[in-house]
């Protein structure tokens, strides 16, 4: 029961959040001067996605009712949802599986071999919650004090967060961990209930007061590859590109590798000594 209360709260704030940000202008209403409210009313938002106000009222009001796909895909096109915005939105509507588990995730032994083939590229293998459950040496060089103790298994989301080296290395710290922090919510939301989850946010948002802020604005993103600008300890600022591949059979483990951008633009850092 308390699981599924959960879910609808978080259903009801992330619509509420969602709701707030599309401006009138956008979907072709006009915009009165006086809105006590940023972004659409709740009958205006009812009226696009062609259903009663009242009923789109109990949703956000996170009351016990059930919607069919067809409304819930009409109200995630009023809300101009992007496709992970529209999978988070269904999901917490009750339309995904859910799995809820207290024990860590297991990783088979020619799957957790497989970062150490990959040296010296920096690699590791991550689950759901961003515990690392396999990394090489070169990953634990670029990411230093990652492995913090041996009665659990380094976490990157803790990492981000809770470890001062972490913004030293990330040169762009902040739009780094609110990315990571959105990809958290994601998989939270597609989990509910579950308590490795649950311990993990409830200990960033006692150390971190940027999770503290930024959890409310219910951000989800996606796991993608990309590039990232890094200072590995005693060298310069380099660019990195980064690949994510997920483990056959296992959607919530992730294989990630880095290596230096072939077309990367060296920057100096410019607490770094120079050179003669």
């Given at each position: 029961m308390?699981?599924t209360q959960?879910?609808?709260?978080e259903l009801?704030?992330?619509?509420?959040?969602?709701?707030?940000?599309?401006?009138?202008?956008?979907?072709g209403?006009?915009?009165?001067?006086?809105?006590?409210t940023?972004g659409?009313?709740?009958e205006?938002?009812a009226?696009?996605?062609?259903m009663?106000?009242?009923?789109y009222?109990?949703l956000e009001?996170?009351?016990?009712?059930?919607?069919?796909d067809?409304?819930?895909?009409?109200?995630?096109?009023?809300?101009r949802?992007?496709?992970?915005?529209?999978d988070?939105l269904?999901?917490?509507a009750?339309?995904?599986?859910?799995?809820v588990?207290s024990?860590?995730?297991?990783?088979?032994?020619?799957?957790a071999a497989?970062p150490?083939?990959?040296?010296?590229?920096?690699?590791?293998?991550?689950?759901?919650?961003?515990?690392v459950?396999s990394?090489?040496?070169?990953?634990?060089?670029?990411f230093?004090?990652?492995r913090?103790?041996?009665?659990?298994?380094?976490?990157?989301?803790r990492?981000v967060?809770l470890?001062p080296?972490a913004?030293e290395?990330?040169?762009?710290w902040?739009?780094?961990?609110q990315?990571l922090?959105?990809?958290l919510r994601?998989?939270t939301?597609a989990?509910?209930?579950?308590p490795?989850?649950t311990r993990?946010?409830?200990?960033?948002?006692?150390?971190?007061?940027?999770v503290?802020?930024?959890?409310?604005?219910?951000?989800?993103?996606?796991?993608?590859?990309?590039?990232?600008r890094?200072?590995?300890?005693g060298r310069?600022?380099?660019t990195?590109?980064?690949?994510?591949?997920?483990?056959?059979g296992?959607?919530?483990?992730?294989l990630?590798i880095?290596?230096?951008s072939n077309?990367r633009?060296?920057?100096t850092?410019?607490?770094a000594?120079?050179?003669?």
């Amino acid at each position: 029961m308390g699981e599924t209360q959960d879910r609808r709260t978080e259903l009801a704030a992330f619509l509420r959040s969602r709701r707030e940000r599309v401006t009138p202008r956008e979907v072709g209403l006009p915009s009165t001067r006086r809105r006590r409210t940023p972004g659409l009313r709740r009958e205006e938002l009812a009226l696009l996605a062609g259903m009663s106000a009242t009923w789109y009222t109990y949703l956000e009001q996170g009351r016990d009712i059930r919607v069919s796909d067809q409304v819930l895909g009409a109200i995630a096109d009023a809300l101009r949802l992007a496709p992970h915005e529209h999978d988070h939105l269904f999901r917490l509507a009750g339309r995904a599986p859910t799995t809820v588990s207290s024990e860590p995730e297991s990783l088979a032994a020619e799957v957790a071999a497989v970062p150490l083939l990959l040296q010296p590229h920096p690699a590791y293998i991550i689950d759901g919650t961003y515990d690392v459950l396999s990394h090489n040496p070169a990953a634990e060089e670029l990411f230093p004090h990652l492995r913090t103790g041996a009665d659990r298994p380094p976490n990157l989301a803790r990492w981000v967060f809770l470890e001062p080296a972490a913004r030293e290395v990330l040169v762009d710290w902040e739009p780094e961990a609110q990315g990571l922090l959105a990809r958290l919510r994601t998989l939270t939301g597609a989990h509910p209930g579950d308590p490795r989850y649950t311990r993990l946010i409830e200990e960033l948002h006692t150390g971190s007061p940027e999770v503290r802020a930024w959890w409310p604005r219910f951000d989800v993103e996606q796991r993608r590859g990309g590039h990232k600008r890094l200072r590995p300890p005693g060298r310069d600022v380099t660019t990195y590109a980064y690949t994510a591949f997920h483990v056959a059979g296992r959607p919530d483990q992730t294989l990630v590798i880095y290596a230096e951008s072939n077309d990367r633009t060296r920057v100096t850092d410019p607490a770094a000594p120079r050179r003669a």
